[in-house]
């Protein structure tokens, strides 16, 4: 389409254009709509158009960056202050609960490899390559649904989906983040070393696989569970049975806590084409939960059997189902908010899980 006289789109104060991908056309049906949304009259009339691009209003799934941001007072907000925020919430700094269901089942692993608290060094390595890897996996997933989430409600202002930052910004994130997690795995020993490889495979694409198959979830808990057999490989030099059982459990609860999760998402899933295990149970979603759920808590039993864990291990491991019970109480309608506060419920479960291992290995060894 011929550029209309008279009109320019905006530049980014050095001289070059935003880059529009869509039409004129949908560009002004855009803006329309969203004045409408905000009680505002305004036509499809070219004038409207360049109105709207003077205003920086652009369709979510339009390629443009941002080089300034305006603070909600009017004021201008120091580049880098912006930079560093946006980066911030790209890692999702500001939303702790994914470290924390990827940091429970990484001391699991770590206090049973030890037979109680591990080396200081190997806690560090692990505790800090949680967050670097959790919040790697964040930047990436963002990349990879970068076409998605502007039409999610509950994505829709994630930095990546706005535009404040670039597809370009985010891959060096992720670089920086993987880079420094690799270099605390270099202080372990060879064959930890070796699995993180793995590790970044697996974190790197999980993302792409709700393009193809209903069962992102179950890469997920293979993605970030890995942390487990890594564990048992840094400090006993090995993984036994028992580190792939726990492996395993870790997949089976992540795969049941991040269905909750998708939950929350599953209209704009399917009408996206999007897929998620949650579209995949339909309304057998609480029947394969249910599974899930019991499928992860024998295999917890297990592990608790062939460590010889004693009833602070069983009290622990009751109160979690308890906490699962709860979880069903609160989303057996499946709305979305309590949908959402189930998921962010599992936070707990691992805690619990947690507190009767490191309880009952204290008292072991008292």
Request: aromatic share 14%.
């Amino acid at each position: 389409m011929a550029r209309p006289e008279g009109f320019e789109p905006p530049t980014n104060g050095f001289g070059s254009h935003y880059s529009i991908r869509l039409s004129y056309g949908r560009v002004a049906e855009h803006y329309a709509r969203a004045c409408r949304g905000a009680g505002k009259a305004q036509s499809l009339s070219l004038i409207s158009l360049e109105r709207a691009c003077s205003a920086g209003w652009y369709p979510d799934d339009m390629s443009y960056e941002r080089f300034e941001s305006r603070s909600p007072a009017g004021g201008t907000t120091p580049y880098w202050r912006d930079r560093l925020g946006q980066y911030w919430k790209l890692v999702r700094g500001d939303r702790p609960i994914g470290t924390l269901l990827l940091l429970w089942p990484t001391w699991w692993a770590l206090w049973l490899a030890a037979d109680g608290l591990p080396p200081a060094w190997t806690l560090f390595v692990f505790t800090a390559g949680v967050w670097l890897t959790r919040s790697a996996g964040c930047v990436i997933n963002d990349y990879a649904d970068r076409w998605l989430d502007p039409h999610v409600e509950r994505t829709r202002l994630r930095p990546l989906a706005t535009g404040s930052v670039s597809g370009r910004e985010a891959l060096a994130v992720f670089a920086v983040l993987m880079l420094v997690a690799f270099g605390l795995v270099l202080t372990l020993n060879l064959l930890t070393i070796g699995m993180s490889f793995i590790g970044l495979f697996l974190a790197a694409t999980y993302p792409y696989l709700k393009r193809y198959t209903h069962l992102p979830q179950v890469y997920l808990g293979m993605a970030f569970g890995w942390g487990i057999p890594m564990a048992f490989a840094a400090v006993q030099g090995e993984v036994p049975v028992v580190g792939w059982l726990l492996y395993l459990a870790n997949i089976l609860w992540s795969t049941a806590y991040d269905t909750w999760y998708a939950m929350v998402d599953r209209d704009e899933d399917i009408k996206m084409g999007s897929h998620s295990t949650a579209i995949l149970f339909g309304d057998m979603d609480l029947v394969a939960l249910g599974v899930l759920y019991t499928l992860t808590f024998a295999a917890l039993a297990m592990v608790g059997t062939r460590m010889g864990l004693g009833p602070a291990y069983w009290a622990g491991l009751g109160i979690a189902v308890a906490f699962v019970v709860y979880e069903f109480v609160i989303a057996r309608h499946r709305e979305r908010g309590p949908c959402f506060r189930a998921f962010l419920h599992n936070n707990w479960v691992g805690a619990a899980v947690f507190s009767g291992i490191a309880a009952d290995l204290v008292l072991r060894h008292s």
